[in-house]
C-alpha cells in the first residue's frame, strides 16, 4: 500500500513536498512519472532510467499490455516489475483513457466499455471490476480506477451524466478492489480519478463523492484534452479544497515543462507526460533557456551542448551540432539521447521545485520561472 508523508508546504501557494512510500520503494515528490507505455521508455534502458536518471517511479499503459503481451502472461512471468526488470515503483492507468480515444471503436454503458483492439480488430470489455483484475495482474504498485474521459468540449448536461457514472464505477471498483485483496494481501493502492469536464461545480461535486472512499491517492483527469490552459489549472484549483490533505495528489496526462510548477502551485503530487520523450523523437529539446528546435540550419554548427546548465549525458558529451545532424540522418542513436536529456529536465525541474519548497522559497522560484521564453532565443 502506498503511504504519503507530508513533508513541508508552501505559505502562499498549495505547493507541497512529500514522500510516498511503496513496496518498490520511495518516491519524493512533487514528482513526474515517465511514461512507459508498452513497459519501456521508448529509447531508454531501465539502467539508463534507474542509474543516470534516478527514476524513481514510471507509468505504464493497462490498455497497452492487456492486448499485447497480455496481463495474465505477465502475471505468469512474475509481474510487471519482473517482465521488464524494473525493481523501483509502477503506476498503471486503467486503460479507460486510451479505450475513449477510439471514437467510433468503442461504446459506453454504465456496466463499462466494449471496444475494438487497434491491433486486429478483436472485441473486448473493459468493467470496473475487470480493469482492477488486470493491474492486480501487473502487480503495479499505484492503480487506477476505470474513468470516463470526455473529450471538449462537452454540455454541463453530457458532463454530469459521464461524471456520475466516472463516480458509479470508482464505487464498484473499490468494492471489488477491497474484496480482491483482502484475500491476497496485495501491496497495491487504488485510486480514483476526478472528472467533470471543464465545470468547476461539477469537479467539486466529484471530488466530495470520490473522497468518501477512503482512498490511498486521488487523481485529477480529464486534463489536456484540447481546453485552454486556465481553465485546467481552474479545474485542478476546485477539487484541492475538498481532496484530503494527508493523500497524494496525481494530475494525469500534464504538462509542458512551464506547467509544471503552475501545477505544483495548486497542490499537485503527482504527473506524467508523454511529451519530454514524444518531443525528443520529435525534435524539440527543452532546456533551462527555452525550447531548442534541433533541426534548424542555426544548430549545424553550433558547437554547444543543447543546454549549457544540464548535466545529463548528453549535454555532457555532445553538440548540438551532431545532434542535429542524427536527427536529420534519422539514426537510433538520436532518440536515446533527445529523451534522455529531455527527461533530464524534467526531472531537473520537478527537483528544483521540490527543494524550493523545502527551503521555503518556491514562490521566488515560480515567479523566476514565469519569466523564461517558451523558445529559445
Ligand atoms: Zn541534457
Known sequence: MATFELVAECRETGARAGVLHTAHGDIKTPVFMPVGTQATVKG???RDLAE???VRV?????????????????????????FMSWPRAILTDSGGYQVFSLSGLRKITDDGVTFQSHLNGDRHVFTPESTVDVQLALGSD???????????PVSHEYARESMERTVAWARTGYAHYRRRTAETAAAQSLFPIV??????????????????????????GGLSVGEPRPLSLEMVE??????????PRYAMGVGMPEELPEYVARGIDMMDCVLPSRNARNGYLFTTQGRVIIKH???KEDQRPVDEHC???TCRNHSRAYLRHLYQAGEILYAALATRHNLTRYLDIMRQIRHAIVLGQFPKYLKAVRAVPVEVE
Open 44 to 46: 531508454l534502458t531501465q
Open 52 to 54: 543516470d536518471l534516478d
Open 58 to 82: 514510471l507509468l505504464a499503459n493497462t490498455y497497452h499490455l492487456f492486448l499485447r503481451p497480455g496481463h495474465e502472461a505477465i502475471r505468469r512471468m512474475g509481474g510487471l516489475h519482473r
Open 142 to 152: 499505484i492503480m487506477m480506477v476505470l474513468d470516463e474521459c470526455p473529450e471538449y
Open 195 to 220: 472528472q467533470g469536464s471543464m465545470f468547476p461545480d461539477l469537479r467539486r461535486a466529484c471530488t466530495e463523492q470520490l473522497v468518501a472512499l477512503e482512498a490511498d491517492g486521488y487523481a485529477v
Open 238 to 247: 476546485a477539487t484541492g479544497p475538498i481532496l484530503p490533505r494527508e493523500r
Open 297 to 299: 540550419t542555426r544548430y
Open 311 to 313: 548535466g545529463c549525458y
